[in-house]
């Protein structure tokens, strides 16, 4: 009898502890190539020091790009309707989680009743008018013997992590976008300065030509033409400040704020470095990007569903109890007028035509889904570093050469216009010569504007020092507990998720 006694307290317990019908998870694996086939200039480094943790944007040691930067990520919109989107998967991992806790729930009434003289099998001698008072505590708890809620809870948690790290892809999209906005406005203001500079220029050769058609020393025609290089240059000037003024305006919605009020003062002529950027194996790029670790997540996801639709198919067993009291008047907290009820019940499907194989073998379907769009994500994310890792070494080459054919022009616009001066060659040659040398300096800006910009892309293609540290841990998905109460007004943004590779 003793035997029987601790075989079946095994049972019961081997019941309570349920069954997980998911199939066992592990993270997926791809073959990846031991380097980068680019060779741009970068450091090696080791995968922990791949990118340094927080503010990435320090390595351009710009103050005004810093401000701009945190601004953004204190009231960009999009990104506090990201922060909402995390709290919302949160609050769903608590709604899942619900389901693990017994139910409990109290009901009182009061009613005064009256029947009708007419009422069927109504004895003649009986009563037609009474009281009916009472109050009732009860309790229910389904039972999850096949861990269909502890799925429900794993997916929805694993979900929330893929949401928190889709809210730091998304500032490091936003913050990406800022910075190589701000470096397209550096490159405009520096072709203005050219612009300016040209100008200027150009004036001086107007003068030059109109005093020698005055003293008939030269025709019309190179008045006319030194008028028309004057005209051109003024008018590219001013579409490089329309340029300038809508980037303003969208580095302003970026920050938060209205572009009536928002302006950026014109950059001083200084040179902004070009950030050496530590890079290590391609194998831990799978843990820095937080697009990559948002689809594992999805993955993770799907893959506790299955288990949710596979215990479909076996029974829920629930139990619950009642107890309280009832009279006919206020006499109620006495034995007599107590009720109570215990019992428990099975439901097992039989026949749905189909349902529950069908809502199985979709599971099936989005978890394979959630791999295939993994796979997609980590090949794109290799393409993007891949490419501007050839950027960054063929724009480097592309400076040296632009800065050798700018030496080159401008000698030659001297010379020609020298020559023109003292009346030993004829001003087409001196158009000629101003045309070339002016592409050669906006050419030679928009390639360091390229520069920089790519790499802002780089950083952003190696995950901006973001690392899946930074994820939340399942506990930490969990809003609150099972007995928290409190207010019932507007909750404050959670904090767990921060700026840059910080976390809490």
Request: glycine share 6%; aromatic share 8%; hydrophobic share 40%.
């Amino acid at each position: 009898m003793m035997r029987m006694k601790y075989l079946a307290i095994a049972a019961v317990a081997s019941l309570l502890t349920g069954c997980d019908l998911a199939p066992a998870y592990h993270d997926p694996k791809m073959i990846l190539p031991a380097q980068y086939s680019g060779t741009g200039p970068f450091v090696k480094a080791a995968p922990a020091d791949q990118l340094q943790r927080g503010p990435w944007w320090t390595m351009f040691c710009d103050p005004e790009l810093s401000d701009l930067e945190a601004r953004l990520d204190a009231a960009n919109p999009d990104l506090a309707a990201a922060r909402e989107t995390w709290q919302q998967s949160r609050d769903e991992v608590a709604q899942a989680r619900s389901g693990l806790f017994p139910s409990l729930d109290f009901a009182a009434g009061v009613s005064e009743n009256r029947e009708s003289h007419h009422t069927l099998f109504h004895s003649s001698g009986g009563l037609y008018q009474e009281s009916s008072n009472g109050y009732v505590g009860s309790a229910s708890w389904q039972i999850d013997f096949w861990d269909e809620t502890q799925n429900a809870t794993r997916a929805a948690s694993r979900y929330a992590q893929g949401t928190a790290a889709a809210l730091a892809d998304a500032r490091l999209s936003l913050e990406m976008e800022l910075a190589s906005d701000y470096m397209e406005i550096w490159g405009l203001d520096r072709q203005h300065a050219v612009y300016a500079q040209t100008i200027r220029l150009y004036g001086t050769a107007v003068s030059i030509t109109q005093m020698r058609l005055a003293d008939q020393i030269s025709s019309g025609l190179d008045v006319a033409r030194a008028e028309n290089q004057l005209g051109s240059a003024q008018a590219a000037d001013t579409e490089v400040l329309a340029q300038r003024s809508v980037l303003e305006h969208s580095i302003a919605v970026l920050v938060g704020a209205n572009p009536i009020d928002f302006h950026l003062a014109p950059f001083p002529q200084r040179h902004y470095k070009v950030p050496e950027l530590p890079v290590s194996v391609p194998s831990s790029l799978l843990q820095r990007r937080p697009d990559i670790a948002q689809a594992e997540r999805s993955m993770a996801a799907a893959n506790a569903t299955i288990g949710v639709s596979r215990a479909a198919f076996y029974p829920n067993i629930r139990l619950s109890a009642d107890a309280g009291f009832e009279d006919q008047g206020f006499g109620l907290a006495s034995l007599p007028n107590a009720l109570w009820a215990v019992g428990a019940s099975a439901m097992m499907p039989l026949f749905e035509g189909g349902l529950r194989r069908a809502e199985l073998q979709a599971s099936w379907s989005r978890f394979n889904e959630a791999g295939d769009r993994y796979r997609s994500t980590v090949l794109n994310a290799f393409r993007e570093v891949e490419d501007n890792l050839v950027l960054t070494e063929r724009l480097h080459a592309e400076s040296k050469q632009r800065e050798a054919a700018l030496r080159a022009a401008l000698t030659a616009q001297d010379m020609s216009l020298h020559l023109y001066t003292e009346g030993l060659d004829n001003f087409l040659n001196v158009t000629v010569a101003q045309i070339a040398a002016l592409d050669a300096q906006i050419a030679s800006v928009k390639v360091e504007t390229r520069r920089l910009q790519t790499s802002v892309s780089l950083i952003g293609a190696l995950g901006g020092g973001w690392s899946t540290l930074d994820l939340p841990t399942p506990e930490q998905t969990v809003p609150f507990g099972p007995l928290t109460y409190g207010s019932q007004e507007r909750t404050k943004a959670n904090g767990i998720i921060q700026a840059s590779g910080e976390s809490n």
